[in-house]
């Protein structure tokens, strides 16, 4: 799997967005982008994930760009609850684990 | 929480004694997982299950043992814990759907001492 590169820590003050960035110059043609968030002490959480084309759901949106090399996953209006580590990771089509790296610290602001 | 169930939540155990975890899941998953979390380290992949009887190897899997005998439960052994292996334990498992989308449990801490 193509290696991830994310910001160890990012801020944002409530009701903003959140931007948060993630690197992957190694992507090949057949790697997912997944994001995933861990809220103190718990179990990850999915959150979205993308081939090449933007998504959004309910939690979030994912942008990547033309070139795959990087992606953006965007928390448009962010609450404190989304205070936690989030993770970017490149899982290979038809790979069955994930491989976590250090992720994000993203800290929202009152 | 997508019916996953860890135990026990909370242990400390001595050096050089067996340890087990177990993992319980309702839903007749085929893939579940066993990662560990550490600070500096993030989480890391010890073992895998894809199926009864059907297990792998992790990034760290030295000094564990996995066994998965029905569906539904998926055990992590430590043959003889070591202090190295204090850790907070996360078990997993994959949905049924194209898309990789994991269900965590809510983790075992464990403290070898």
């Known amino acids: 799997d193509a290696k991830t590169t994310q910001p160890p820590s990012m801020d944002c003050a409530e009701g903003r967005a959140a931007n948060l960035p993630c690197n992957h110059s190694t992507i090949s043609g057949n790697e997912y982008v997944y994001w995933y968030r861990q809220i103190h002490s718990q179990g990850p959480q999915y959150i979205i994930h993308g081939l090449k084309n933007n998504e959004t759901n309910e939690m979030a949106s994912l942008i990547i760009t033309e070139d795959r090399k990087s992606s953006t996953l965007i928390l448009p209006h962010a609450t404190l609850r989304d205070t936690a580590v989030y993770y970017c990771?490149?899982?290979?089509?038809?790979?069955?684990?994930?491989?976590f790296g250090q992720g994000t610290r993203l800290t929202i602001n009152p | 929480d997508a019916g996953i169930t860890q135990s026990p939540r909370h242990k400390v155990t001595e050096t050089g004694t067996p340890v087990t975890l177990r993992c319980h899941q309702t839903e007749n998953h085929r893939y579940m997982y066993w990662y560990r979390q550490d600070p500096g380290h993030g989480l890391r992949l010890i073992h895998y299950s894809y199926g009864v009887k059907d297990t792998d190897k992790g990034e760290v899997s030295d000094g564990y043992s996995v066994s998965r005998s029905k569906t539904e439960d998926f055990l992590l052994t430590l043959e003889s814990a070591t202090s190295s292996q204090t850790s907070v334990y996360f078990c997993a498992i994959k949905g049924q759907g194209p898309q990789f989308e994991a269900f965590f449990g809510q983790g075992t801490r464990l403290t070898v001492v």
């Open positions: 990771i490149v899982r290979f089509q038809g790979a069955q684990k994930l491989v």
